[in-house]
């Protein structure tokens, strides 16, 4: 199993390699130039010049692309061009902030996904059945960006009871430690503050998890009812098993490993999703400090922002091949 | 044998399907008894109904689009037919436990053996511990026959051979002791050695622990070797009944003999085996007459046009043909040996 993880780590390198060379080359084709965004409409060209040779934009692409490799050798992710902090400190907090909406995306998506799919299946053709497959029809071909403004709308202005934007509330700051604030709040016993950040997930977390929970719930459905005709399905019956446990237990093991590969595929759009849920909901998330970054044509961020990110998603995509042989004793890997 | 005591009792069952394509009555009005420790064998060719029976007798028929219709099935004095869905689990693996046609998907693949046989026990035996459960399941592989019981316990379906599989599943249907095991083709997927320890081994057991055993087969061949009553189906009815060396020395349904020509025998080579010409009339397409009849080379106009009984030519032997209807022995003798 170690041997696996180490091979399937070092197939990483080319990927990411592979994928900085792209994020480079493009967000250099992006027309404007950082010297200027940084100094203004007014500077001189001299300025501006002397700018490019202090951030090193004046040399040729290869030897800026060779250099941030190096850097990148050294654990070094650059430093902002903006706010000259290294990129590797100033990412965390909104690494945090992505951490704690998509997980929370997750959960949602997967407990609520995966249940109504199996009660889908389980009863099928009742109302139930119909009605989860409507939502999820629903649910799958919704714009993300409709819906956040929609839930926005609804809960936030007409009914007043969910907060739309950031969090936090501004007159009552978390002191944060993680920036995970659900877990700073419960380590510092603020549960005053844990409802708060808990209503602050709510509207942006359901907007995320939306696609991916009408995904999953399709998903589990149909490899549910795949499942429930099979022979070791009627075997626990003949046992006399409760068909609870017939399905929770003995249908549900089987049939959740399809569904998994969508999890993390679906986690993939996720991320993506996270970037547009961000600016509509102003969360500072990762995805929030990317876009900005993008506007001051911040290359070291961006570069290094979106490695990141793909360095995550390829990360939880090694875990679900991990939990496949951990739930398939047919899967071995070696 | 007659003078055992009736333990499941099949009266009139009938299960049908109601598909798109119209209703299918899959079984149509059967009859017939498994006796203590007895081993019954039901045979017919493929799609007679001889899994609905038995998926019947569990109330396992896939439901929607099946349903049993019309019937009773009595074990001791519950009518199955008619119990809750609670009371029914009490009685499946239980009272009565099933094994299938195919071992090899049959055991649930991400599973140990061991999480599978401690199941099967701990739904009926209320307040067992898993250590007794283990023990309980170690002893019962150790007397299907499969050596090293301890370690196979923590071994998954996919480490075991087809054989050894359906030992297992064998182990995993007798764990609670039921009076009846229903045995759906057992060795249907399993080569021609194996098919044979199989058998013996559930003849064995039979002998052993006194379970009567329903074998559900498509070869006569199997029904001579282990049992000793056999019904034969056709097309969802029973269509002869009786003690096996009776059935194998005087078959009386045509549809009967034409199975036992077909049964290849080592002693006479014979250059071309029998097999019955035609096809088996799909379920509920034959409503007039004798369902076997456009197959029988002795149909005569009668078989045409009505639908013969189930006649009782003999104490233990009953023939579904007009051929037979003069034989039939007197209904006082009948009433005899239905109490
Ligand atoms: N799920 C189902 N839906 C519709 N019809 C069915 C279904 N299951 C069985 N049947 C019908 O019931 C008939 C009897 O099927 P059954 O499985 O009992 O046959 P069998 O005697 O066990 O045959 P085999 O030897 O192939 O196992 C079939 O001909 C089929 O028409
Ligand atoms: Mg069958």
């Known amino acids: 199993m ?4 180490g091979r399937r780590l070092l197939q990483l390198i080319p990927v990411l390699l592979g994928m900085t060379f792209v994020v480079f080359m493009i967000i250099r084709a992006i027309p404007g130039d950082p010297a200027q965004v940084i100094l203004g409409q007014q500077a001189t060209k001299e300025a501006i010049e002397a700018l490019r040779a202090k951030l090193g934009l004046d040399n040729p692409w290869y030897v800026q692309y060779f250099d941030y490799l190096g850097g990148l050798l050294k654990g070094d992710l650059g430093e902002s061009l903006r706010t000259t902090t290294p990129v590797s400190e100033e990412i965390w907090p909104y690494l945090a902030a992505t951490f704690e909406l998509s ?8 407990i609520v996904g995966v249940n109504a799919g199996i009660i889908s299946a389980w009863f099928q053709n009742s109302w139930f059945d119909y009605t989860a497959m409507i939502l999820a ?5 919704m714009p993300i960006f409709w819906l956040g403004l929609m839930m926005q709308y609804i809960f936030g202005i007409e009914l007043g009871i969910l907060p739309t934007t950031g969090r936090e509330e501004v007159r009552n700051p978390i002191d944060s430690m993680t920036n995970l604030y659900v877990l700073d709040t419960i380590l510092q016993g603020r549960f005053d503050q844990l409802g708060i950040v808990l209503k602050h997930l709510v509207l942006p977390g359901l907007a995320l ?3 991916p929970m009408a995904i999953i719930a399709r998903m589990t459905r149909s490899s549910m ?5 099979s022979d070791y399905v009627r075997t626990a019956r003949a046992k006399g098993q409760k068909m609870f446990w017939v399905v929770y237990k003995h249908a549900l093991k089987n049939a959740i490993i399809p569904v998994l590969t969508i999890i993390g595929l679906q986690m993939g759009l996720l991320l993506g999703g996270a970037i547009l849920t961000e600016s509509i909901f102003a969360w500072p998330g990762v995805g929030r400090y990317i876009y900005e970054a993008i506007n001051f044509r911040d290359y070291p961020v961006i570069q290094s922002g979106i490695l990141v990110v793909a360095f995550i998603f390829v990360m939880i995509n090694l875990f679900i091949d991990i939990l496949y042989s951990l739930i398939d004793p047919r899967i071995k890997y070696d | 044998m007659s003078e055992r005591k009736a333990i499941l009792q099949v009266k009139g069952l009938q299960t049908s399907f109601f598909t798109d394509d119209g209703v299918i009555p899959a079984v149509d009005n059967i009859d017939f008894s498994v006796h203590e420790g007895e081993v019954l064998g039901i045979v017919g060719e493929s799609g007679c109904g001889k899994s609905v029976t038995s998926l019947s007798i569990m109330g396992l028929v896939p439901s929607p689009p099946g349903k049993i219709t019309g019937g009773k099935i009595l074990f001791g004095d519950k009518e199955l037919t008619k119990l809750s869905d609670k009371e029914m689990r009490n009685v499946r693996g239980n009272d009565v436990a099933m094994i299938f046609q195919e071992p090899m998907t049959s055991l649930n693949p991400l599973f140990t053996i061991g999480n599978q046989l401690m199941e099967a026990i701990l739904i009926h035996k209320k307040g067992w511990s898993k250590k007794q459960a283990s023990a309980r399941a170690v002893e019962m592989l150790t007397l299907v026959g499969l050596p090293r019981a301890d370690e196979l316990m923590k071994e998954y379906p996919h480490q075991l051979s087809g054989g050894m599989r359906q030992r297992v599943m064998i182990a995993m249907a007798l764990v609670c002791d039921p009076k009846v095991l229903i045995a759906d083709e057992p060795t249907t997927a399993l080569d021609v050695t194996i098919q044979a320890q199989i058998l013996a081994l559930m003849k064995d057991l ?4 006194n379970t009567a055993v329903l074998l559900i087969t498509h070869d006569l061949g199997v029904v001579a070797e282990t049992c000793e009553r056999v019904v034969v189906m056709y097309a969802g009815q029973i269509v002869e009944e009786g003690p096996v060396q009776t059935i194998f020395k005087d078959p009386q349904h045509p549809y ?5 020509q077909s049964v290849p025998d080592m002693r006479y080579k014979k250059q071309r085996l029998y097999s019955i010409p035609g096809n088996v009339p799909k379920p509920g397409s034959v409503n007039t007459g004798c369902r076997f009849a456009a197959r029988c080379e002795f149909a005569f106009d009668k078989c045409l046009t009505q639908n013969p009984d189930l006649y009782q030519t003999a104490t233990v032997h009953k023939t579904r043909c007009f051929l037979y209807e003069d034989q039939e022995v007197s209904t006082h003798d009948r009433t005899l040996v239905e109490s």
């Open chain 2, 206 to 209: 039979n002998e052993r622990l």
């Open chain 1, 2 to 5: 170690l041997h696996y993880i």
């Open chain 1, 225 to 229: 009812l795949d499942v429930m005709r």
């Open chain 1, 137 to 141: 029809l629903v649910g799958v071909s």
């Open chain 1, 209 to 211: 998890a939306t696609i």
């Open chain 1, 103 to 110: 997980l929370f995306a997750v959960l949602i998506a997967v």
């Open chain 2, 256 to 260: 009967t003999k034409g199975l036992l």
